[in-house]
T-cell receptor, first 113, second 116 residues
Framework: GESVGLHLPTLSVQEGDNSIINCAYSNSASDYFIWYKQESGKGPQFIID?????DKRQGQRVTVLLNKTVKHLSLQIAATQPGDSAVYFCAEKVSGANSKLTFGKGITLSVRP | GAVVSQHPSRVICKSGTSVKIECRSL??????MFWYRQFPKQSLMLMATSNEGSKATYEQGVEKDKFLINHASLTLSTLTVTSAHPEDSSFYIC????????????FGPGTRLTVL
């Protein structure tokens, strides 16, 4: 069936470097995508979202890129900090009142001091 | 704004007992609430969707008689795990959506259930 998946289970980066977390999705009907951050023992925290009519969106230190041609989503974190250490999930959905979020598998970001 | 709370944050119970978890939207009216289950080092899996005043819609493989969901008001949904067993031990997370804002879902902090 349709699914959302991530390429890498873990990512280790040096503090201050940029991080890139990738996600592949397979539901071509999805038109809304979200990145979440989840710290240990807590619920998901919204980071940034993007609609399918865009290919890039920037927030504070984060950028999401969407490539609909290859069904690929990425999250870029600039100047990664120790507080960025967490599990990151991409999620996708088809817009609509009855639609549901589908979460990817998650990737652990570990920031080395 | 858009705060969702859960209670309790963690609970330990004996096998065979029932446990109720509450999910509240604190500053908005949640016409739709979602319940997720998350096992260690895994992703969130949707268990059911509930609309205020209606019966919940369960995902395939989720037993509705075991996981009772009630969404009686626009600010409260409850999940009751009936006759809990050790395999029900998990992290349960709710999220809420406001009417007219179909793309925005706000997540609660989760409830850690441990069944002995």
């Amino acid at each position: 069936g349709e699914s959302v998946g991530l390429h890498l289970p873990t990512l280790s980066v040096q503090e201050g470097d940029n991080s890139i977390i990738n996600c592949a999705y397979s539901n071509s009907a999805s038109d809304y995508f979200i990145w979440y951050k989840q710290e240990s023992g807590k619920g998901p925290q919204f980071i940034i979202d993007i609609r399918s009519n865009m290919d890039k969106r920037q927030g504070q230190r984060v950028t999401v890129l969407l490539n609909k041609t290859v069904k690929h989503l990425s999250l870029q974190i600039a100047a990664t900090q120790p507080g960025d250490s967490a599990v990151y999930f991409c999620a996708e959905k088809v817009s609509g009142a009855n639609s549901k979020l589908t979460f990817g598998k998650g990737i652990t970001l570990s920031v080395r001091p | 704004g858009a705060v969702v709370s859960q209670h309790p944050s963690r609970v330990i119970c004996k096998s065979g007992t029932s446990v109720k978890i509450e999910c509240r939207s604190l500053d908005f009216q949640a016409t739709t609430m979602f319940w997720y289950r998350q096992f260690p080092k895994q992703s969130l899996m949707l268990m059911a969707t509930s609309n205020e005043g209606s019966k919940a819609t369960y995902e395939q493989g989720v037993e509705k008689d075991k996981f009772l969901i009630n969404h009686a008001s626009l600010t409260l949904s409850t999940l009751t795990v009936t006759s809990a067993h050790p395999e029900d031990s998990s992290f349960y997370i709710c999220s809420a959506r406001e009417a007219g804002r179909s793309n925005e879902q706000f997540f609660g902090p989760g409830t850690r259930l441990t069944v002995l």
